[in-house]
């Protein structure tokens, strides 16, 4: 079982990236996916969450800009992220509660391994 999550770049301020996470293996259900970001020297902070019935909510910094969505029969989610700032910059990761099989039949947190957004002129 793991996420894997692509799509960050570079890309100037103003501009647009879309970010992806596909969740693979022995997967019974995922409930809640979200994406966090850390920027050099700051700690790990959460950007954005969806429910498994699609209810969202997004830190104040980012709301009106990045759009977080997911499609349940492929297991995958997505951040559209708007008008980027370079304060936006960070390691961006996906993050989900997995309902798995195996090695042990139960629900537990995974990671995905990090995408590098960089925004700047």
């Known amino acids: 079982v793991q996420l894997q999550a692509s799509g960050g770049g570079w890309v100037q301020p103003g501009g647009s990236l879309r970010l992806s996470c596909v969740a693979s293996g022995n997967i019974t259900s995922i409930n809640d996916m979200s994406w966090y970001r850390q920027a050099p020297g700051k700690r790990r902070e959460l950007v954005a969450i969806?429910?498994?019935?699609?209810?969202?909510n997004y830190v104040d910094s980012v709301k009106d800009r990045f759009t977080i969505s997911r499609d349940n029969a492929k297991n995958t989610m997505h951040l559209q992220m708007n008008s980027l700032k370079p304060e936006d910059t960070a390691v961006y990761y996906c993050n989900a509660v997995l309902v798995v099989t195996t090695p042990y039949p139960g629900e537990y947190d995974y990671w995905g391994q990090g995408t590098l957004v960089t925004v700047s002129s």
């Open positions: 969806i429910t498994s019935g699609g209810r969202t």
